[in-house]
């Protein structure tokens, strides 16, 4: 499998907001690929385009310039509906501001991919509350975003984006707002959907101890890729 | 799919009661007033054609003095009729059924310890044929009282009521001034007219025994014709046109001193002014339909930020446009409908309600009912539909940062 083709791959890939002096070039060229399989933490300075970078991955956002294939192809050939036929079957996104829907218990949300995936109720029920559990979050189903802290919502949104057992989890600061022991029991999650599913991981985090879980680091600066290697600890990198 | 879709948007209707309620609330007002004001509003005029129907349409009223005007009001003081005017429209107009002397005056009935004013009409058994008016109790002139001018009357009911309650006043006898008359008949309850009179306040006298012990003059200010049936009344006109001017004696070329109504034309002129009062009411109707409208369309696009954050999740998570949009249409078809069959069962309940109170027909109009229905629905489908697309068109990720 020497040729296989990488699952994700940005070829110069830039992504610019706004026009003039207000231009900010939030992707700035970057290039990289991601095995199927790997877990990669995506590290940088705030404001590096972390985040920028996820949402192209997810296929939330498009592109200024450059390339982003999924498993070879180009995505920018897909029409939306094909995206969102990507992004139900493929992707598991945990957005760094959570984005549950309000005024909607903990449950049905965990649920929402699952509606889409065509999913019969009740093992929709059974998977969603599975997953709730797999975050710590058992005997929470019934709460709204609302009546939840700030850590519980992340986990919240963590089990909707593992509960339909995606190809590629895309976690934009899964820990960021939770303790140190929390932080690791979420790692570990991650970690065996990894090793034991072979789901592809990438991953946005702050903290190197949290690094330390994936296979391979980029650190990002300014929306370009500066370092590309293994964590610290992992071997190389820094 | 389908199933779930709407499984979707009932979820999503019963999260925000709020903005669902008022949502709903928008289009019941509207509806209701609507229709309570549009069915009130024909049900006012249907009320006021049969009214003018109940008159008769065949029939016709001559009277002294131009241009319909009668009294003090015309230039000069028009020569009266007389009974032989009557007789003479009988006689020579072979299209009339009848004809009828009228003259009224107003005047104090007194029986016993009670009293009360009334209208004191003088005319004959052919006027109250004419005008279809049948006696309860009693009976009518007989010929030799309107020959020989005998002082006996017939009672309406509501002057009955005054002056005896509900006892029988038949063979009773009343004072009106100088003159007793003793009661033969009692007249049937018409109820009040829609001209705002009370028809049923009314005592008739023998024509003769009115102008000799009455007004003391052989003046008759009004007769009452009535045309056969099937006959045009326009005709009967013009040949009592003609018949006048020659008894009166006006040469060529000058005006009449008297005019015919019909009362066709009382009846045109009636629901002339009740169809602009209909007009009113569903303008004002169309107003609240507009302010309910345009309570949707604010409910809707105050909600518009916060729904496209939904849309944006939604899309995020696997969701096609499509998919959502079904959503929402079918969010917004269910709360029109609520809304929609709320507004009618309410608006028909207040134009029953109102119909009971002024005592007018209710005859509910389908085509406004489906139609103020309809328009709140488009309003309702329009505004929860077309803000959606909008945000299902955008990049998730746009659709999520929406402020
Ligand atoms: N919608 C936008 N409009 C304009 N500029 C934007 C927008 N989104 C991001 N940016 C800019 O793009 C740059 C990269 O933002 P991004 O969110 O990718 O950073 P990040 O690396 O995730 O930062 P953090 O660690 O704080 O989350 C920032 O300078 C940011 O201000
Ligand atoms: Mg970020």
Redesign the interface.
């Known amino acids: 499998m020497a040729a296989a083709i990488p699952l994700i791959e940005f070829r110069d890939v830039s992504k610019i907001y706004g026009h003039g002096e207000a231009e900010v070039r939030a992707l700035d060229g970057a290039s990289f690929k991601i095995a199927e399989g790997d877990f990669v933490a995506i590290m940088g300075p705030s404001g590096s385009g972390k985040s920028t970078a996820m949402?192209l991955i997810?296929c939330?956002?498009?592109p200024t310039s450059g390339e982003y294939l999924f498993s070879g192809v180009p995505v920018a050939s897909l029409d939306?509906?094909q995206l969102?036929?990507l992004?139900?079957?493929y992707?598991g996104?945990v957005?760094q501001g959570y984005?549950?829907?309000?005024?909607?218990s903990a449950l049905?949300n965990v649920e929402?991919?699952l509606?889409?995936?065509?999913v019969g109720r009740a093992e929709r029920r059974q998977l969603a509350l599975e997953a709730l559990a797999k975050v710590g979050l058992k005997g929470r189903e019934h709460h709204d975003p609302s009546e939840l802290s700030g850590g519980q919502q992340q986990r919240v949104a963590i089990a909707?984006a593992l509960v339909g057992s995606p190809e590629l989890i895309l976690a934009d600061e899964p820990t960021g707002n939770l303790d140190t022991r929390m932080s690791r029991e979420i790692m570990e999650v991650l970690r065996d959907l990894n090793e034991k599913d072979g789901m592809t991981i990438v991953m946005v985090t702050h903290e190197e101890d949290m690094a330390e879980y994936a296979h391979r680091l980029i650190w990002m600066v300014d929306g370009k890729v500066e370092r590309d290697g293994k964590p610290r600890h992992g071997g190389s990198g820094r | 799919m389908i199933l779930e879709t709407i499984r979707l948007a009932v979820q999503a209707i019963f999260r925000n009661t709020m903005r669902s309620t008022l949502t709903v609330l928008g289009i019941v007002i509207g509806v209701a007033a609507v229709i309570a004001m549009v069915t009130v509003g024909e049900g006012s005029s249907r009320q006021v054609t049969s009214d003018v129907e109940k008159l008769g349409t065949n029939i016709l009223m001559v009277m002294p003095g131009g241009g319909g005007q009668q009294g003090p009001g015309s230039r000069t003081v028009a020569k009266a009729f007389t009974l032989k005017d009557v007789d003479a429209i009988i006689e020579q107009i072979g299209i009339v059924e009848t004809a009828a002397p009228y003259g009224q005056s107003s005047t104090m009935a007194i029986y016993g310890a009670q009293s009360a004013r009334t209208t004191v009409v003088g005319t004959d058994n052919r006027y109250l044929a004419a005008i279809d008016w049948p006696i309860v109790m009693g009976r009518a002139f007989l010929a030799s009282e309107e020959q020989s001018g005998r002082s006996v009357c017939i009672l309406g009911e509501t002057l009955r009521q005054n002056l005896f309650g509900n006892t029988n006043p038949i063979g009773e006898t009343i004072r009106l001034n100088a003159l007793t008359c003793e009661v033969v008949g009692l007249l049937e309850a018409k109820g009040a007219s829609s001209f705002g009179m009370d028809q049923d306040d009314v005592l008739a006298l023998p024509i003769k025994t009115f102008m000799r012990r009455v007004t003391g003059s052989d003046d008759i200010s009004m007769i009452y014709v009535s045309v056969r049936d099937g006959q045009s009344t326009t005709r009967a006109k013009v040949e009592i046109e003609a018949l006048m001017r020659e008894r009166r004696r006006i040469g060529e070329g000058e005006d009449d001193d008297f005019s015919i109504m019909d009362m066709k034309q009382i009846a045109s002129m009636l629901s002339g002014i009740t169809n602009v009062l209909t007009g009113l009411l569903s303008a004002v109707a169309a107003v609240s339909l507009l302010v309910g409208g345009i309570g949707i369309m604010n409910i809707m696009l105050v909600s518009v930020t916060e729904r496209t954050r939904e849309i944006g999740i939604r899309l995020a998570v696997g969701a096609q446009a499509s998919q959502v949009l079904m959503q929402f249409l079918v969010e917004a078809i269910v709360l029109s409908m609520i809304g929609g069959l709320i507004g009618i069962v309410l608006g028909l309940g207040l134009a029953a309600l109102a119909s009971n109170l002024l005592a007018i027909p209710f005859q509910p109009n389908p085509l406004v009912v489906a139609g103020a229905f309809l328009f709140s629905f488009v309003v309702g489908i329009i505004f929860g539909y077309f803000p959606a697309r909008r945000a299902a068109k955008l990049d998730p990720i746009e659709a999520l940062r929406h402020q």
């Open positions: 949402n997810g939330l956002d498009s939306r509906d969102a036929l992004r139900r079957n992707f996104f957005f984005n549950l829907l309000p005024r909607t049905d929402l991919p509606v889409y995936k065509g909707r």
